[in-house]
């Protein structure tokens, strides 16, 4: 069964973490559950990217959040990770209300845009940082955050090819970089120099064992530590989206079992369908009078 993957390594003698990451097929899943314009994709792409890459830096059971929003009001983009490769991403409804064809990411953003990271530190405790977005295009960014906030040299690159004739994301890799406590500052630039020298940003989609001879060596010199897939989630279940009906006016639940006809709820967050029959609705509406009958 194809999968996406990421790949953790040590290369420069040790004085760089480097992450290879190539999740095609989750984002081919994100982009199949709702249909959205080239922008949004790209905007969400590289921002669920970005989460799988800082996923790569966590130890179990540690797990983060990002959050860009944009500069107009109510237009966020979300995406969660965790150290078991468990990804998940989606935008605020908010995007779908407005137009957004022929925009550019920088355009979409914004001169005020921010990033917010949230991270799971261990022993419950958490670690939020935020940073303005002076790039506007979400991975150097988020290379910007990790030098404004944790003050740790950072390298992110993400190279999203989308057929939008077939609608299809047709390969979707990334990198991220990052110096070791002792390392030359000047060293970044040999990683980056290095990556591209593989050709790795550019390789056709593949399984990840066809990668192995790519990742084997990492730049520099180095090891291979930890191969692992990522897998898109979401917490959603039927049951918890019966809620949303369940907010609804009884007379509307009433209209909808004598209509006879299913219902369709959708998640905001992953974009997963769950029908209720006209009986399930029936018994959540029985439900709700039963609430209300309570003293």
């Known amino acids: 069964m194809k999968s996406s993957w990421i ?3 040590i290369a420069f003698d040790g004085k760089v973490r480097i992450i290879f990451m190539d999740n095609t097929y989750l984002l081919q899943e994100i982009f ?7 922008v949004l994709k790209e905007a969400l792409g590289r921002t669920v990217s970005a989460a799988g890459l800082i996923g790569g830096l966590l130890k179990d059971p540690q797990q983060m959040s990002l959050k860009i929003r944009a500069s107009s009001a109510g237009l966020n983009i ?3 990770a965790d150290a078991s490769g468990h990804v998940r991403g989606y935008l605020s409804e908010e995007w779908f209300q407005r137009p957004s064809e022929g925009l550019s990411l920088g355009q979409i953003i914004g001169s005020r845009g921010n990033i917010q990271v949230v991270q799971e530190t261990g022993t419950n405790r958490m670690f939020t940082g935020i940073t303005d977005m002076p790039y506007a295009n979400i991975t150097d960014d988020i290379s910007h955050y990790y030098g404004q906030s944790e003050q740790t040299p950072t390298w992110v690159t993400v190279n999203i ?3 939008h004739q077939k609608q299809r994301v047709t390969s979707s890799r990334g990198v991220l970089a990052q110096l070791l406590p002792g390392a030359d500052p000047g060293l970044m630039q040999q990683v980056q120099e290095a990556v591209d020298k593989c050709d790795f940003m550019l390789y056709p989609n593949q399984q990840h064992e066809a990668s192995h001879e790519l990742l084997l060596s990492p730049p ?3 090891a291979l530590l930890e191969i692992k897939p990522l897998h898109w989630y979401c917490e959603c279940t039927k049951e918890m989206l019966s809620g949303l009906l369940l907010s609804l006016d ?4 009433s209209n909808l079992v004598l209509q006879a006809e299913p219902a369709e709820v959708v998640c905001s967050h992953c974009g997963e369908k769950y029908v209720f029959s006209p009986i399930e609705i029936q ?3 029985n439900t ?3 609430r209300r009958t309570i003293p």
């Open 7 to 9: 790949a953790k390594s």
């Open 32 to 38: 199949h559950r709702r249909t959205m314009s080239q």
């Open 78 to 80: 979300f995406a969660e």
């Open 161 to 163: 090819c989308i057929d």
């Open 220 to 222: 520099g010199g180095g």
């Open 250 to 253: 009884p007379k509307e639940l």
């Open 283 to 285: 018994n959540l509406l």
């Open 288 to 290: 709700l009078q039963r």
